[in-house]
């Protein structure tokens, strides 16, 4: 079946450094991918997606592309800010409309 | 325009106990759908109805949990009697449904939740 691998543990970095977030997936078709985003007491958020291979997502300077070679779709952030703590979930959808999530990152910025 | 509502937002019950979780989707919305999420998971889908339709309940307990979604509006999620394991976070998200679409977002409420004693 279709499913989604984050990397362990929580990310902590510091204001306006680099972020990334790896996601890789495993599918049957073509899937579409998905990054969504939990602040603090609020629901889950669509972040960004991609529906084809080699497309690009990109959404508040957060950005991900689609690669279908290495079944990837990393999460990028070139300086991130204190309100970008939040938890990160990489998904796909094979085309019934079911998402399939990762277990998810907690992302912490410091200032 | 107003988001999913959820309501109750928080939940604390004993073993045994029925409880009952209300979700309000997006107006106009007629897909929607309840995931539950465990601690340190993502979401998993439970049922996902197609205005008052249940066209995808797979994953769900059907010999504790039920849920309905009378005139394919509002929906209700009970699980009868819960167990400790059931203790997650319950999330209701809706779509709407437009012609030729690769993908229709989701769009998900705060969530409910459930602490089993």
């Known amino acids: 079946g279709n499913s989604v691998t984050q990397m362990e543990g929580p990310v902590t970095l510091s204001e306006e450094a680099f972020l990334t977030i790896n996601c890789t997936y495993t599918?049957?078709?073509?899937?579409?991918l998905f990054w969504y985003v939990q602040y603090p007491g609020e629901g889950l958020q669509l972040l960004l997606k991609a529906t084809k291979a080699d497309d690009k997502g990109s959404n508040k300077g957060f950005e991900a592309t689609y690669r279908k070679e290495t079944t990837s779709f990393h999460l990028e952030k070139g300086s991130v800010q204190v309100s970008d703590s939040a938890v990160y979930f990489c998904?796909?959808?094979?085309?019934?409309?079911?998402?399939?999530f990762g277990k998810g990152n907690q992302v912490v910025v410091i200032p | 325009e107003a988001g999913v509502v959820q309501s109750p937002r928080y939940k604390i019950i004993e073993k045994k106990q029925p409880v009952a979780f209300w979700c309000n989707p997006i107006?106009?919305?007629?897909?929607l759908y309840w995931y539950r999420q465990n601690l340190g998971q993502g979401p998993e889908l439970l049922i996902r109805?197609?205005?008052?339709?249940?066209?995808?309940d797979s994953q769900l307990p059907k010999d504790r949990f039920s849920a309905e979604r009378l005139k394919g509006v509002d929906s209700t999620l009970k699980i009868q009697p819960a167990e400790l394991g059931d203790s997650a976070v319950y999330l209701c998200?809706?779509?709407?449904?437009?012609?030729?679409?690769?993908?229709?977002?989701?769009?998900f409420g705060p969530g409910t939740r459930l602490t089993v004693l």
């Open positions: 599918a049957t078709g073509y899937p579409s």
């Open positions: 109805y197609e205005n008052e339709e249940a066209v995808d």
């Open positions: 998200a809706s779509s709407s449904s437009p012609a030729g679409a690769s993908y229709n977002e989701q769009f």
């Open positions: 998904a796909l959808s094979g085309g019934n409309n079911r998402l399939a």
């Open positions: 107006s106009g919305h007629n897909t």
